[in-house]
C-alpha cells in the first residue's frame, strides 16, 4: 500500500493570500496524483489530475506540481469559496490511497 | 452532465449486512469504472473498491472479505453490499465514476449517511 500523508494538517491563511499545501507518497507514483477539494456535507471535486493538469471548471488560482514521491497544490490567493478540505490521492497502484487531507481555515 | 445517487438504508443493525445502491444518469455505466468511498465521521476518504462495468472488480484489502459491489447495466446502476458490520463501519457512503481506465474520480454522488446501530 502506498501511504499518502498531507502537511500541514490544518493551516491559517488570510483571504487573498497563497496557501500551499504539500503531499508525499511512500513511494513514488510518478505523476498519476490527483487533488480534492471537499467543502462540509459535500462530496469531493476533482481539482487536478496528472499532479497539474486542472479539471473542468477549475479557476486558475488553483495549480499542481511535483512528480515521484513529492507535490504541491497552491492557491495564488485565496477566495472565500475555497476554504474547505483537501485532499490529494494516487493512481499509481491498484490499492488506489488518499491523504489524510489538509483543511484551509481563515485566518 | 453525468449524475450519480446513492440509495439505501439509513440504519442498518450491527452484523447485518449493509446494502446500497447508486443509479448513474446523464451517461451511460458502461466504458468506466465506478467506485465506492467511505468517510468516517470527522475523518478522511477511504477507497472501498471499483468495478468495471464488465463486472469486474477490486477490493480494499482491508475490506475484501466483507465487500461485494455489482453492477446492473439494464438499470444503469452499481451497488455495494458490506457485511458483519460494526460500529466501525458507520460513515458517509460516496459514489463516483473513475475518469479512464480507473484512474481518478471525476463525478461524485452527494453521498448517504449510513448509521450502524441496534
Known amino acids: 500500500e502506498i501511504v499518502m500523508t498531507q502537511s500541514p494538517d490544518t493551516l491559517s491563511v488570510s483571504p487573498g493570500e497563497r496557501a500551499t499545501l504539500s503531499c508525499r507518497a511512500s513511494?513514488?507514483?510518478?505523476?498519476?496524483l490527483a487533488w480534492y477539494q471537499q467543502k462540509p456535507g459535500q462530496a469531493p471535486r476533482l481539482l487536478i489530475y496528472?499532479?497539474?493538469t486542472r479539471a473542468t471548471g477549475i479557476p486558475a488560482r488553483f495549480s499542481g506540481s511535483g512528480s515521484g514521491t513529492e507535490f504541491t497544490l497552491t492557491i495564488s490567493s485565496l477566495q472565500s469559496e475555497d476554504f474547505a478540505v483537501y485532499y490529494c490521492?494516487?493512481?499509481?497502484?491498484?490499492?488506489?490511497?488518499f491523504g489524510q487531507g489538509t483543511k484551509v481555515e481563515i485566518k | 452532465q453525468v449524475q450519480l445517487q446513492e440509495s439505501g438504508p439509513g440504519l442498518v443493525k450491527p452484523s447485518e449486512t449493509l446494502s446500497l445502491t447508486c443509479t448513474v444518469s446523464g451517461g451511460s455505466i458502461s466504458s468506466y469504472y465506478w467506485s465506492w468511498v467511505r468517510q468516517s465521521p470527522g475523518k478522511g476518504l477511504e477507497w472501498i473498491g471499483y468495478i468495471y462495468y464488465s463486472g469486474s472488480t477490486n477490493y480494499n484489502p482491508s475490506l475484501k472479505s466483507r465487500v461485494t459491489i455489482s453492477v446492473d447495466t439494464s438499470k444503469n446502476q452499481f451497488s455495494l453490499r458490506l457485511s458483519s458490520v460494526t460500529a466501525a463501519d458507520t460513515a458517509v457512503y460516496f459514489c463516483?465514476?473513475?475518469?479512464?481506465?480507473?484512474?481518478?474520480?471525476?463525478?461524485w454522488g452527494q453521498g448517504t449517511v449510513v448509521t450502524v446501530s441496534s
Open positions: 490521492q494516487q493512481y499509481s497502484n491498484w490499492l488506489r490511497t
Open positions: 513511494q513514488s507514483v510518478s505523476s498519476n
Open positions: 463516483a465514476r473513475y475518469y479512464g481506465s480507473g484512474s481518478f474520480l471525476d463525478y
Open positions: 496528472g499532479a497539474s
